[in-house]
């Protein structure tokens, strides 16, 4: 997957601050990830590994991942607004 375009990247910001979802924001476990993506906790997992999801903003490699709210966010925007394949 390549990069984000810019006016996607500006939709995602503009959806961000619409929505009060301060940058950064609470810290989320796989477990709330994947339940915000409505997908399984070992869908998420592959998704990074494949690089089809962000990585963990810390705690990457460990036992207990944790994503910033915002990461995740954005991640579903622009998941959502990508073409099917």
């Known amino acids: 997957m390549g990069g984000v375009p810019h006016q996607l990247t500006a939709g995602i910001l503009a959806s961000l ?5 301060e940058l950064g924001g609470q810290m989320l476990d796989t477990e709330e990830v994947a339940e915000r993506a409505k997908i399984a906790t070992t869908t998420l997992t592959s998704y990074v590994a494949r690089k089809q999801a962000p990585e963990p903003d810390i705690g990457e490699g460990t036992r207990k ?3 910033h709210e915002t990461t995740v966010t954005a991640w579903l925007l622009t998941r959502r607004a990508l073409p099917e394949r």
């Not at 601050?17 to 979802?21: L, P, Q, S, T």
């Open 17 to 21: 601050a619409e929505a009060n979802v």
């Open 65 to 67: 991942p944790r994503w």
